[in-house]
């Protein structure tokens, strides 16, 4: 899975134009995913959210407290970490100084 994780705060500055621009890059990096054989699934993340713990809502947003948020998703088929980092590489996010976070899936 490729977590991706941008600025929330710069993300709320972007003129509509930017944020088509973004949506047509990410757009051709899943297509590309796709082409390849790799895509399983992915999302964007909406911005509302809730932060919790057993005890308490600690934020009515997904920020805690930091400026970075996981803003979105992509589930790649790959037969190696690596494979799915060389896909990650090319993410549309490392323009905007974001970044991606690629975690096996467990299987048991």
Known sequence: MIL????????????EAE????IQEYTAWVEE???????????PLDPEGRYITKDAIHSDGPFIESKE?????ILVQADTIDQAVSIAKKCPVFKNGGAVEVRPVMKY
């Not at 991706?4 to 003129?15: G, K, P, Q, Y």
């Not at 948020?69 to 998703?73: E, I, L, N």
């Open 4 to 15: 991706i994780r941008e600025d929330a705060t710069a993300m709320t500055h972007m003129s």
């Open 19 to 22: 944020i088509q621009g973004d």
């Open 33 to 43: 995913i796709g082409k390849a054989g790799n895509y399983v699934s992915g999302d």
């Open 69 to 73: 948020a996981v803003t979105g998703y």
